[in-house]
């Protein structure tokens, strides 16, 4: 049901970017959606996408900057957590 949900979302999304393109907000939340199941290349694929049609918009950007310190953060929770122990 969960998957069901995700893949109706998602379906909705990228409806709603093929009608107006040029709205960065559907880019982050339909990102947002992949990254949330686990996807993080779809969602930076997503992002990607959306650079071109908004004109590399800033939240964009920001959102893939943010995609790429995602393993950095978890490499250091992991040694954070080594030298607790």
């Known amino acids: 049901a969960r998957?069901?949900?995700f893949n109706k979302d998602v379906a909705a999304l990228e409806?709603?970017?093929?009608?107006d393109p040029t709205e960065p907000t559907l880019y982050v939340q339909l990102a947002?959606?992949?990254?949330?199941?686990g996807d993080e290349d779809r969602?930076?694929?997503v992002l990607q996408q959306g650079l071109g049609p908004t004109?590399?918009?800033?939240s964009l950007?920001?959102?893939?900057?943010?995609?790429e310190l995602l393993p950095l953060r978890r490499?250091?929770?992991l040694t954070e957590q080594r030298l607790k122990a």
């Open 75 to 77: 490499n250091l929770e």
């Open 61 to 67: 950007q920001l959102e893939l900057q943010e995609l």
């Open 43 to 45: 969602a930076r694929a």
């Open 55 to 58: 004109g590399n918009h800033f």
């Open 15 to 19: 409806k709603r970017i093929e009608a």
């Open 3 to 5: 998957h069901e949900k």
């Open 32 to 37: 947002a959606a992949h990254r949330k199941a």
